[in-house]
């Protein structure tokens, strides 16, 4: 009992304790609590400002993207509402609902006449509203459903008042560029990806890149778009320049005359192109402020060049300023580049349209005869209206542009009304590139190798093998609806795969799934895709040579906008490639089987180290979507390869002249400096970077190469042929002011084929520093039989023979003996005869 009483007061106390701490507790509680609630209530306060900060931050900053960079052009909206009306048996679009026949409704009058007429209804305000485009808004996709074209980088404003519709552009160049999706429908607008202009150049065929041309405006036409933002026509004066692939040549005459049949092309569908970027944009290295400091003669003979030929042969409706300086004025702001040169010397007619957001001075851009500022600011109107009021920007020059950009708009298809179907044969586009892809790749190296003759089991090594590029990256990029790989290309052609090197492949790419995640929008834009290359084991290879019957391996590089290559590990072959080169090469040779090196590049690689080890390469550039199908129609011999290089491919980088002064660490795409970018202090700026000293002058590619004597790996203009051919019979005669020049070409060879032939002039003993030789006229066979001869016929104007004079600021003629060759590489000249100029060919 005792026990139990005691255990009992045991108990108690123990109870009495623990309530007593609970108590103590719940005490502490109550003040903490307080102080907790005191505490959550000022977080709260404190995360609700801050919210709502954020939110009216974000709202602002939402509102001033929208009003300066997306769209503000809230009372600039297209007038959709407009009938057809008829006077005196004539049937108009009434545009400014008036009821009666205004000049520039009459479709029957000059687009001049009609242009006057239409300004001079415009309000100032009108015109100011149509130098310059109505945002970013349309680029990034921002359209309402059923209103514009998602995708089209650029636009014209409309001037509703007058009943003048939006007028769209957009990318550019190696196919038209808008957005494949648009919201709330289920259908695609799927654009065909055709080869990069580099490969277009490499066919030295302009019926070729004509008809590829035609195709693509086909495409703006049938999706509506009024202006295709291309073709490229920047030299190619330094290897690692990151948007090479998107231009065509190191040399002028090539790149002009691709560059008119591109234009042709596309514009005879009614719609147009800007060629761009005019001028010197060679590199993309801080792109929006770099000085190109360039001699006159380098820039007459070289860099300008090609765009006058462009001009001269195509007369294109727009050509696109660059973003970089020349001579310490902006491009777009250049009186001098733009008038003097574009318009009064050369005669262009169209409209003169800024890189995007170009230039820093919109006055001065309009003054200088920049028409068009894209894709448009709001900043860049406030400087125009300002310009206007305070008499910096005169009437006349607003007049004058805004004219330009009428006429661009009257001779639209969509002031003819056109109704577009959305619906372009993309079918039949798609064979057009897979043909013009092949013809553009260039056989380099052929050892009894190539075609692969009968159905062979191909081992396939490297990841572009599988993954096949396209083309470059950046407003270049096209959406397409599909890639033929090589692997499927060659599938299509009845050869086998190999599967233990396809299994690799999936081994490799499951462990490294993040590098193969292709970027998507802005990303793709800015970010090349470059997943990582594979390595192999020897016993791998070697026992996929004991099974395959050949080896392909893909060299892949991809670069683009915004950004330049690098040396290492990308015009180099990086380690890992020489290793795979050497295991592959070194196994399948063991064996007695032969290697094929598929080069899918944008731009120039060493080849010199490494080309003695494969049996045949083959460069295939980036041949668009039908890419594969195109390298397979190669391989298997059901093309015979005709492309030649547009460019040398030296032995070392430090080989090109231009090499001394070229930004070589590679920086990537700066998207904040081209938005909201400036320049830097005199005192700041940084060689290569900030200016760029060219001082190689005319010395560019081939020029160089050849004055300094100097061994590449390929030269300009080389390209091999599964069959031969014979040059004979050349004359080249001087009649009048014209050399007239013939080459016999036969194929002695056993397979049918196409060659090209290049015409270099030299004036041997000159007394001026020029270069050995320069290309002044090409042309391609048609595709001959064996045995069979075609008569090719050139005409060189002698005054293509004059240089630039620095001293008296003009183009000069040496009279006297310049000797004619026809070559089938620079460094292949079969046949060659000689002419003298005499006063009869003085043009001065
Ligand atoms: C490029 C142009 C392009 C434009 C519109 C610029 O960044 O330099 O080539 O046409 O964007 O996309």
């Keep these: 009992m005792e026990l139990v009483e005691l255990r009992h007061g045991e108990l108690f106390r123990q109870q009495l304790v623990r309530d007593l701490f609970l108590l103590y507790l719940c005490g502490n509680v109550t003040i903490n609590f307080k102080r907790m609630k005191k505490f959550l209530k000022r977080t709260l306060i404190v ?46 679009l009434d545009r400014n609902g008036n009821g009666s026949l205004d000049i520039y409704e009459d479709d029957r009058r000059s687009i001049d006449e009609r242009a006057e007429d239409l300004l001079s209804q415009m309000t100032v305000e009108e015109k100011i509203h149509l130098l310059k485009g109505s945002g970013m808004a349309s680029g990034m996709g921002m359209v309402k459903p059923g209103e514009g074209i998602a995708g089209a980088v650029g636009t014209i404003v409309p001037t509703p ?34 080869p990069i202009g580099t490969l277009l150049s490499s066919t030295w065929n302009t019926d070729l890149v004509q008809e590829v041309g035609t195709a693509m405006g086909n495409e703006a036409l049938e999706y509506g778009i009024d202006v295709i933002l291309g073709p490229g026509a920047n030299i190619h004066r330094h290897p690692l320049c990151g948007r090479n692939f998107e231009y065509y040549s190191e040399d002028p005459v090539l790149t002009g005359n691709i560059g008119a049949a591109m234009v042709n092309g596309i514009e005879s569908n009614g719609v147009g192109t800007s060629v761009k970027h005019f001028v010197a944009n060679n590199q993309e290295t801080n792109r929006n402020f770099d000085d190109a400091i360039i001699s006159e003669r380098a820039l007459r003979e070289i860099y ?23 001579n310490g004025t902006y491009t777009s702001q250049s009186r001098y580049l733009l008038t003097d040169i574009l318009r009064n010397e050369w005669g262009f007619e169209g409209l003169v349209v800024s890189d995007w957001f170009g230039g820093r001075d919109a006055v001065a851009q309009i003054s200088a005869g920049n028409d068009l500022l894209e894709p448009g600011t709001k900043k860049q109107w406030k400087a125009l209206i300002k310009g206007r009021e305070d008499g910096t920007l005169s009437m006349t020059d607003i007049d004058t542009s805004v004219k330009r950009i009428l006429k661009l708009i009257l001779g639209s298809r969509k002031m003819q009304n056109y109704k577009y179907g959305n619906n372009p044969d993309l079918k039949a586009h798609a064979a057009i590139t897979r043909a013009s892809a092949s013809e ?10 190539l075609p692969i003759q009968g159905a ?27 890639v033929v790989s090589l692997e499927e290309g060659l599938k299509n052609a009845g050869f086998s795969i190999n599967e233990t090197a396809k299994n690799a492949f999936e081994k490799h790419k499951a462990a490294n799934k993040e590098a193969f995640v292709r970027p998507e929008g802005l990303a793709a834009m800015t970010h090349p895709y470059n997943p990582p290359q594979m390595s192999y084991t020897a016993d791998e290879v070697k026992g996929i040579a004991a099974a395959a019957d050949i080896a392909v391996l893909t060299i892949g590089r991809n670069s683009g906008e915004g950004g330049d290559r690098v040396e290492a590990d ?12 050497n295991q592959v090469c070194q196994a399948f040779h063991e064996a007695g089987k032969q290697v094929v090196v598929v080069l899918n590049i944008g731009g120039v690689i060493e080849t010199a180290s490494w080309k ?35 460019m040398t491919f030296p032995v070392h980088l430090s080989d090109h002249a231009s090499n001394a002064n070229f930004p070589l660490d590679g920086e990537p795409f700066n998207m904040r400096a081209m938005l909201f970018g400036g320049e830097k202090a005199e005192k700041d700026k940084v060689r290569n970077k900030d200016y760029t000293r060219y001082e190689e002058g005319i010395y560019v590619g081939y020029r160089h190469f050849d004055k300094a004597g100097l061994e590449v790996s390929y030269p300009f203009g080389y390209g091999l042929s599964y069959t031969s051919f014979g040059y004979s019979n050349m004359q080249a005669v001087l009649e009048n002011d014209t050399i007239k020049v013939a080459v016999a070409v036969q194929n002695t060879g056993n397979q049918a084929g196409k060659e090209v032939v290049e015409v270099y002039v030299s004036k041997p003993g000159s007394a001026v520093d020029r270069p050995v030789q320069e290309l002044k006229a090409f042309g391609k066979t048609r595709n001959l039989a064996p045995g069979e001869t075609e008569n090719l016929v050139f005409e060189i104007p002698v005054s293509e023979l004059r240089y630039w004079d620095e001293q008296h600021a003009g183009w000069k003629l040496e009279t006297g003996v310049y000797t004619i060759k026809a070559g089938a590489s620079s460094r292949d000249i079969r046949s060659s005869g000689d002419v003298e100029t005499g006063d009869s060919g003085t043009l001065q």
Excluded: H
């Design 47 to 92: 995360l609700v400002s801050l919210l709502v900060l954020l939110a009216i931050a974000g709202f602002a900053g939402w509102k001033y993207l929208k009003a300066t960079f997306l769209d503000f052009e809230d009372d600039y909206t297209e007038n959709t509402d407009i009938r057809a009306v008829s006077v005196d048996g004539y049937t108009f």
């Design 161 to 194: 008042r007058l009943g003048i519709p939006t007028v769209y552009l957009s990318d550019g160049p190696a196919g038209l560029r808008i957005q494949p999706s648009r919201k709330g429908e289920d259908r695609t607008y799927y654009c065909t990806a055709f």
């Design 304 to 326: 300008l060049k090609g765009f006058e030929i462009i001009v001269g042969k195509s007369q294109p409706w727009t050509i696109m300023s660059s973003y970089n300086k020349v």
């Design 440 to 449: 553009g790749m260039v056989l380099l190296k052929n050892e009894q190798t």
């Design 456 to 482: 062979k089991n191909v081992a396939l090594f490297g990841v572009t093998s599988y993954d096949f590029i396209v083309g470059g990256t950046g407003s270049g990029d096209v959406n397409e609806a599909y």
């Design 570 to 581: 990308d015009f180099l072959l990086s380690q890992q490639e020489n290793q795979m080169l």
């Design 612 to 646: 003695d080890q494969p049996d045949a390469i083959l460069l295939a550039w980036q041949g668009g979507q039908e890419g594969g199908n195109s390298v397979a129609d190669i391989l298997s011999g059901k093309v015979n390869p005709s492309g030649k290089l547009p």
